[in-house]
């Protein structure tokens, strides 16, 4: 596995197991050099962030895919996973409408995670 939609639909499929909340992707290869996804979602509560990352932290494990990174982990209000060309963004509920990523990156185009 190593085609970027297998990964961001391993994502999605992690990201749903666990009941995330209101998932969107956003292609910004064309608008930005960081990365070509970001994947933006939220949960309910801090366990559930963490139980979210855990989760699609052990589905790419399987694949032979590690994270360059994770921040936000212990405070778990923003959780950021850095797969190198998708950055998979874990809120809660507050800080995904206080930092509104949707509007700052609205450059980007939306994908349908079910065209996947």
């Known amino acids: 596995m190593n085609r970027l939609n297998d990964i961001l639909k391993t994502i999605i499929d992690a990201l749903e197991d666990k009941k995330a909340e209101n998932i969107q992707i956003i292609d910004i290869s064309e608008v930005s050099t960081i990365a070509d996804y970001f994947i933006i979602t939220n ?8 139980a979210l990352s855990d989760h699609v932290e052990e589905k790419l494990s399987k694949n ?21 060309d998708i950055l998979v ?28």
């Open 64 to 84: 032979g895919i590690y994270p360059k990174n994770i921040e936000g982990y212990n405070t778990a209000n923003w959780i950021l996973m850095d797969y190198s």
């Open 43 to 50: 949960g309910t509560n801090t366990s559930q962030l963490q």
């Open 89 to 116: 963004h874990i809120f809660d509920k507050e800080s995904r409408g206080f930092y509104d990523l949707e509007r700052i990156w609205r450059d980007g185009k939306a994908v349908d995670a079910h065209s996947l």
